[in-house]
C-alpha cells in the first residue's frame, strides 16, 4: 500500500533563483508548458518568460487566458523547433530553456516517422546549436519511460534527444552552456492520455471500458510534481545528467475502477509500439546511477570524474526501475482523488 507521502512528493526542494531571469520554454502552449508558466510566477519574477510553440491560436487563447497583471512577463514567440535561425532569434538573452515541445502520440509517429524525427530529433539539435550560440546558461530536455529501451518510434527519438542532449555539454565547451534532462512516467491527465479518453467514454455512459491488458502498470506524475522536478533538476545540474523523479505505479484496472467503479471492462490488446510495464532505468545504467531522497540521477562518466552537483548513494549493479516491481503503489482510492481534478 502506498504511503499517502508518496502520492503528495513534491520536488520543491533546491528551486532556482529566477527572479530577474529570462526563461524560454518550447511547447509553451501545451499541457506542461502551460502548467510550468503558472508555476514559475507563482514563484518567482523573472524578467520575461518566452514561450515558444507554432500553433498562433493556442497562443491566443493562452493569452487571452492569462491576462492578468501577474503574467505581464509573458511574451509569446511563434516558431518551429526544426528552425534554427528562429530559435536563435527566440534565446537572445535568454538564460534558462525548457525543452517540452514534441511529438509524443505514439501512433502518430509510427505512420509518421519522418515527421517525428524532424521535430523530436532535429528538433533537439536545433535547440542545443541555438542555445550554444546565444550563450544560453542552462537546459533541460523533457523526457519518458519510453525512451528506455525503446519499442517505438517516439522513444526512439527522445532517447536520441537525451543522448544529444547529454553529448552537447562538450560540444559547448567554454562557452559554459549547460545540458541535461529529465525523464519521467505519464502524467496525469495531460493531452492525449488516458484519463481524458475515460472520462469522455464514462460521460457518454459506454456500457463498458477498453483495457489494453489486465496486467499492465504505469509510473505516473502529476503536472504540478513534473513542473517541480523539471526546476530543481535546474538548479541541481552540472551538465550531461539524465534526472528520474521516485514515483508511484498504478495498474491500468486500478485505474478503470477509480474512474467508473462496477463498469465491465473490455480487453483489446496491446497495441503495436506499446509495452506492459513501462522502465525508468535499466540495469545497464545502474553503474552510472546516484539515489537520492526523492530521485535517481543517471550521471555520465566524464561528470562523475569532474564532480557532480549530486551526492547520494550509489545504486546496486542489479538495480533497475520498473513499472511492475515499484515499491510504491497508488490504490483505486488514491487514485479516484487524484483523478477527480482532471
Ligand atoms: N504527457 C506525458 O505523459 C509525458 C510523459 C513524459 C514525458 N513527456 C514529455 O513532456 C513534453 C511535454 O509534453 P506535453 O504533454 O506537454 O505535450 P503537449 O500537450 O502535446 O504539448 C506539446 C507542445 O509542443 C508544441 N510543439 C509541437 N511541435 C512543435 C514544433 N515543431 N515546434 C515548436 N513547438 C512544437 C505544441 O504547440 P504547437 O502545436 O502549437 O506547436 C505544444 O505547445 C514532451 O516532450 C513529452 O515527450 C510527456
Known amino acids: 500500500m502506498i504511503d499517502p507521502i508518496v502520492e503528495m512528493r513534491n520536488f520543491r526542494t533546491h528551486l532556482p533563483d529566477l527572479d530577474g531571469k529570462v526563461i524560454l520554454v518550447t511547447g509553451g502552449t501545451g499541457s506542461f508548458g502551460q502548467r510550468f508558466v503558472k508555476q514559475v510566477l507563482d514563484i518567482a519574477r523573472p524578467k ?11 497562443q491566443y487563447e493562452m493569452e487571452q487566458a492569462l491576462s492578468t497583471d501577474r503574467y505581464e512577463s509573458i511574451r509569446y514567440f511563434l516558431g518551429d523547433v526544426r528552425d534554427q535561425p528562429r530559435l536563435e532569434q527566440a534565446m537572445r538573452g535568454v538564460d534558462y530553456v525548457v525543452h517540452a515541445a514534441a511529438m509524443k502520440i505514439v501512433p502518430s509517429a509510427e505512420y509518421n516517422p519522418q515527421e517525428c524525427v524532424a521535430t523530436n530529433i532535429l528538433g533537439a539539435q536545433n535547440i542545443v546549436n541555438a542555445a550554444i550560440s546565444q550563450g544560453v546558461k542552462r537546459l533541460i530536455n523533457l523526457s519518458t519511460d519510453k525512451a528506455v529501451n525503446p519499442i517505438n518510434l517516439y522513444g526512439a527519438t527522445k532517447l536520441a534527444a537525451e543522448k544529444i542532449f547529454t553529448a552537447a555539454n562538450s560540444l559547448a565547451g567554454r ?21 481524458p479518453l475515460f472520462k469522455r467514454l464514462v460521460a457518454e455512459g459506454r456500457d463498458s471500458l477498453p483495457i489494453t491488458d489486465e496486467r499492465m502498470t504505469r509510473f505516473w506524475i502529476t503536472l504540478d510534481q513534473g513542473v517541480d522536478f523539471v526546476l530543481s533538476s535546474l538548479e541541481l545540474m552540472a551538465g550531461g545528467e539524465v534526472f528520474v523523479p521516485k514515483i508511484p505505479s498504478m495498474r491500468m484496472v486500478d485505474l478503470t475502477k477509480a474512474m467508473a467503479p462496477g463498469t465491465p471492462l473490455k480487453i483489446i490488446g496491446i497495441r503495436p509500439g506499446e509495452k506492459l510495464h513501462e522502465v525508468l532505468v535499466v540495469q545497464d545504467e545502474a553503474r552510472f546511477t546516484i539515489e537520492l531522497k526523492d530521485r535517481f540521477v543517471i550521471v555520465p562518466e566524464h561528470i562523475t570524474q569532474a564532480g557532480s552537483n549530486v551526492s547520494g548513494k550509489r545504486v546496486s549493479e542489479e538495480f533497475s526501475y520498473i513499472s511492475n516491481t515499484n515499491s ?4 483505486s482510492d488514491a487514485l479516484s482523488d487524484l483523478v477527480v481534478n482532471y
Open 48 to 58: 520575461k518568460l518566452i514561450v515558444f510553440s507554432r500553433d498562433e491560436q493556442k
Open 175 to 195: 562557452n559554459g552552456t549547460r545540458f541535461a534532462t529529465v525523464r519521467y512516467g505519464n502524467v496525469i491527465g495531460s493531452r492525449g492520455s488516458v484519463v
Open 328 to 331: 510504491e503503489w497508488l490504490t
